[in-house]
């Protein structure tokens, strides 16, 4: 050790050291030869594997409760490679319409691939069952999902799943994994957006894969090959985001909560969707498969039209009219004018958003400041 200038003696630093090398110099033809025949973690090339990476991906492991875990450069490119390693013409995908936007715009490649798909509603997940075919090889959810935090039941789309044999992956950026713990419930896959509530502070894009050897295998292969490696800057940041997650999660949550209180019942609200509140739609199955709370992602309509929402959000002054969630700032945002304006018109209200709901994503604010933010904007309705 003693020769290794930055862990002298094994006393390692506090944080892991931005590792910006493209490439690594053989010791010998031997070191090489382990390296390439997996015999020893070494590193050759950062688009195969890069330290800096490899840290977080054992950190945000450990959160999932996983073997192991890939990390990416966004959370669609963690998508779209457990599209790519598990999917080929002729098979067949199930997805809820209620998934983030950019879903449907890799669908519309993976059909162009020959690749089935049949969408269906997340408030309807009990109709997995009757859709799947002999080809069906994947079902993808969100639990809670974006935007209208609707709830699957994890444990029993993993025993519809794997009857069948098929993958199942579930999304779990809007729960993370302070609140929920997918792969402990079944899923196959765990897929995150860590742009979200594990970076935690509007600044790094990454995606991350937890999941088990053989499928940590799998997709290593899929990032390799394509070149989705996150770069180390990011990871570093990623892992500073860590630090502190449990944290964060635990105040988002707090202030979450606080605010579906505010909102439930209020004169200038119509629908509220907090999973954590008792009268919400899908509360029994999140009081089963989430824990220390529910997170900070609420769904709402306000007023009646479009216009009562934008006058809504433009009297806001502590939350910020944005997209992305699960940050240090509170941040809202319109989803059909946002995240779902590329969705043909049908897609972006058949399955219940509407033109004045909007998306709140906590942050970890004082709660008070919050509440009277929520408050007077709404009495500008
Ligand atoms: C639930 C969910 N999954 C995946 C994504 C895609 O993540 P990224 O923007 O990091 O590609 C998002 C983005 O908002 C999301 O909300």
């Known amino acids: 050790m003693a020769d290794d200038p930055l862990t002298p003696y094994g006393n390692r630093p ?23 025949d997996g015999e020893i973690d070494g590193y050759t090339y ?32 963690a998508c779209t490679m457990v599209y790519l390693t598990y999917l080929s013409a002729g098979d067949h995908l199930i997805l809820f319409h209620d998934v983030y936007g950019a879903h449907y715009k890799v669908s519309l490649i993976l059909e162009r691939l020959g690749v089935e798909i049949t969408w269906l509603d997340a408030a ?40 069948a044999g098929a993958l199942f992956v579930v999304d779990n950026t809007f729960a993370t994994p302070f609140h929920q713990k997918p792969l402990e419930l079944g899923a196959d896959l765990v897929v995150h957006s860590a742009t979200k509530a594990l970076g935690g502070h509007n600044d790094l894009m990454a995606g991350a894969i937890a999941t088990h050897k053989d499928a940590y295998n799998d997709l290593w292969f899929t990032r390799q090959a394509i070149g989705t490696t996150l770069d180390a800057y990011s990871a570093s940041l990623l892992e500073r985001g860590l630090k502190t997650f449990e944290l964060r999660a635990e105040k988002i949550a707090a202030n979450g909560l606080a605010m579906a209180r505010l909102l ?15 009268n919400s739609p899908g509360h029994a199955i999140a009081a089963r498969q989430m824990h220390r709370g529910f997170g ?83 009495d500008a309705v």
Not at 268 to 277: A, D, E, H, I, N
Not at 360 to 365: K, Q, T, V
């Open 14 to 36: 506090m944080v892991t050291p931005i590792v910006n090398a493209v490439n690594y110099e053989y010791s010998s033809f031997e070191v090489l030869r382990q390296i390439t």
């Open 46 to 77: 950062h688009r195969d594997d890069n330290p800096t990476v490899r840290a977080v991906e054992r950190q945000i492991a450990d959160l999932e409760g996983a073997e192991d875990c890939v990390v990416c450069t966004t959370g669609m490119a």
């Open 124 to 163: 309807d997940w009990q109709s997995v069952q009757a859709n799947m075919r002999p080809n069906t090889k994947m079902i993808l959810c969100e639990t809670p999902s974006n935007p209208l935090c609707k709830l699957v039941d994890i444990a029993a789309l993993a025993a519809v799943a794997h009857d």
């Open 264 to 278: 439930d019942g209020h004169a200038k609200v119509s629908r509220l969707m907090y999973p954590g509140l008792e």
């Open 296 to 378: 900070g992602m609420l769904a709402f309509d306000v007023g009646e039209t479009i216009e009562d929402a934008k006058r809504f959000i433009t009297a806001l002054h502590v939350i910020i009219h944005a997209v992305s969630l699960g940050a240090t700032e509170s941040l809202i945002c319109v989803p059909y004018l946002t995240t779902m304006l590329y969705l043909p018109e049908e897609r972006r209200t058949t399955f219940g958003v509407k033109p004045h709901t909007v998306r709140l994503s906590a942050g970890i604010e004082d709660t008070d400041r919050l509440l009277a933010d929520l408050d007077q904007a709404l």
